[in-house]
Structures are given as structure tokens and as C-alpha cells.
């Protein structure tokens, strides 16, 4: 007898990875179109939770108009003898992977930009009430963590009632990462890792650190620690960081080792702290993509909330395309909020001088972890829209990256050929088509032995 017998749609790891275009879904709950939305977990005395309990605020899933985006919420409340605060955060990231083992119900990202969907199909066959995918949660919650004696579930989609929740959670999830702040790498000899993504990118395996927070932004050193030894079978798993191979790039013999077994041998060598070379890989839960701007030799930021094109005419979307599915892209690096609050932050590539734009909302939120001297360097969508008025902006404002500048000979007449060393340039996906056959080139990277800058005078 299936556990799931009173749920009218299948319920199985088989649907993780299941995408749900606009065209297919019945509603969209959170997500782009919405600014407040959130999944929040915590855990209460064993007395303050009725266990098994659904409560949907709101209109529920069958009294929405098809097609519709609402504001959205899910409040999880836990408790059992051996579930420590420390645990929420974790608990959280579960509703992603339980969510999307629901038939037709996609579930995208984590904390207050949570994406999901339900499609026409499930939604006629009978997933028409939040109390089913509660039931689901409560399950597998019960079942996956034993530790939890007690479970209660509120779905909220009444936007008033969203949007009060959703404001609150935001100074939770802040207390929650501030936790790990001031920590060292150099303090621990374990790290933790995560393959809760493989659904979506199976070559994905992310590497937390004190000092490296989860893509996703939603799993801390601590939390992978909790999670680790409450479930050591499960997603998160402990890293032994053995041989320090090289600290300033942050390669270490057991992260090496790790990975190159969770991934199948896909990735064999990590460097934690740059965008070039052996970086992090990127599933595509990244809070952000911190993307390479060759015209000015440095890095952009965008993070998932940005609505307009990117000051290398691009919107998050497509870059996020080019950074995600587990792969190593020179120049092209999901990274979460907290990261960028790290010491070590692209340390290799300079750190924060060699950040050169990003959207102003995350500057504001990250301020104070941007060194004083080149936070107003950095431009943003009010300071450029296009890359020659960023080259213009870090000219007028000293950038550390002008600099490096002076080193390439751009200006010598009429033509310049540099050998530089070994200049790779990392594709997207692309295409090529001739004689018949079409040749698709996955994570290429074009290695030139020369570069030839050619001046176009009229342009100028
Ligand atoms: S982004 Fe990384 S840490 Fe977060 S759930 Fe996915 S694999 Fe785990």
C-alpha cells in the first residue's frame, strides 16, 4: 500500500527535475511576479505543535483563477526531543526536494525567493487543495527525519498575510547567516557538502565552508554540521578538508577527493575562491551570478530579483543559463547573498576591486561588508546601463580595476597583436551548423594563442 495512496497524483523521486512552462500551469505560486513569498521552518516545544495539522490562509488552490501568480507563503512548524533551532534551516531546504517529488508541482529556489508551479494536469486529476501537498510534507518529513515527532504546516496565500510574514522572515533568515560570520576556514578541519541539487544538475556539488556559504544561500557551515549529523546518509555530508593544497585559491586535497566522487568524477579539482580556473560549480539555485566583463576586466554582479538587463545588455536569465548545470565556466559564477559578506569573496580574482557593477538593491544590503575604499567605485543600473558608461564611471572614479588597464596597450596605432598568456574565452551552449550535420559545443572553452586588438577609429 502506497504511502501516498490518498493523494490523487503520483508522488516519487522520478518527478524531480520536472520544469513547468507558463503555457502548462494551472497557477503560479511566488516567483518572479511576486515580491513577497517565503518558506520559513521552525522548531517549537514538543506542546506547541498539534501534530499532522494543515491550515491554508487564503484561498486555497482550487478558488485561484487559472493561470494566475499569487503571493505565497509556507510556514512549517516542528518539534521532537532531538531537534535543535539549529536544524531549521536544513529542515527548509527539504521542502524543495520534497516539493518537487509531487507530480505536475515545481518548486524553485529557497527562503524569500521561492518559484513554484502546478500544471493543468495535476490540477485536473485532482491536486486541487493545499491539504494534499501538506499531507505530502508531513509524510515525508516524518519519514526522511525521524527526529521529527511533530509537524504542522500553514500555507498562506492571502497577500496581506503573505507580505506581513514574509518582512518578518527576512530578519530571521539574517540572524540565521550572521551566525557563521567572524568564523575562519583556518578554525575547522571539516567542511560540509550538498548534492540536494543533482535532480536539476547532476555534475553539481556544493562545497560550505565557514567562510562559503551554499549557493543557494540557504545552507550555513552550521547548518550543513546539524544536518550532517542528524542525517549523515543523507544530502549534506561531511568533507574532511585533509591536505591544504593552496589556501589563497582554497584547493584542499579532501574537497578534491569528495567531489570528484559525488559528481562521478565530472569535476576532479575545485578552487573555493575565484570565478576562473577550477571554480565552485553551479547548479541553479545561486542567489546571484557574479559574471565576467571583458571589456573592463572585471566582474558584474546580478542577483535573481533584477528585473532589467545587466550592464552587459543581458538580463539575470541568460546569464544565469550559462552559469548553471554543474558546470566549471571561467567568468560565469553562482554565488549566494551571504558569500559576498565572506573575507575571502573571489579573493584570487581581487575581491571586491575587482567587482566593477551591480544591481543597487544588493549593494545597499551588503554595504558594510564592502571595503570603504572602493564601495562608491563600484557602479550600479543608476550609474551604467551599457558597458562604455561603466568604462567611463570606473575611469572618473579611480576603480582599482583602471589599473590594470594601463598594462594592455589598447591604444597603439593601427593595430595591436598581443601574445598574452594562453587567453581562453568560455562559450554558452552554442550551435554550429554545416555540411549537413550540426555540431553542439557544451561548455567550450576557445583557447587562442594570440589576441589581436584592432582599433575601429570610427566608432570612437
Ligand atoms: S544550492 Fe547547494 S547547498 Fe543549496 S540545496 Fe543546492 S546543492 Fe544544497
Redesign the pocket.
Known sequence: MSMFEDIPVDVGVIYEGERIRRKDMYVELGGPDQEAKFELVRVKGLDEVEDEKITVVGPDLKDVKEGSSIPFGIYIEVAGKNVEEELEGVIE?RI?EYCNFIEGFMHLN?RYDIWLRLNKKSFQKGLNSFNYIGKVLTKLYKSELPFIEKIQITFMTDPDKVRKMWKETLSIYEARDAKARGMKDEEVDTFYG?????SFAPT???V?TPQRY??????SWFD?RASARVDPKG??FTIEKGEVIDPEKGEYAGVNEVVKKKTLGAVNRVWLYTGFGYPHTS?G??EAVAFYVPEVDGFGIVHRGFKEVTVNGLPFSTLADSTAGGRQIDGFHGISIEYMRSPKFLQVDGGWNRIVWMPASVKERIKDFIPKEVVDKIATENDAKAVDELRTFLKDHEHPVVQQWKEVPVEAEPEVEEALAAPTVPLPTTAISAGGFKIILKNAKIHAEKLIIKREKEKR
Open positions: 531546504r524543495h529557497q550538498c548534492t540536494l541539487c543533482q553539481h556539488c556544493c560550505i551554499a549557493n543557494c544561500g540557504a545552507i550543513g544530502p549534506v547548479c539555485c545561486f
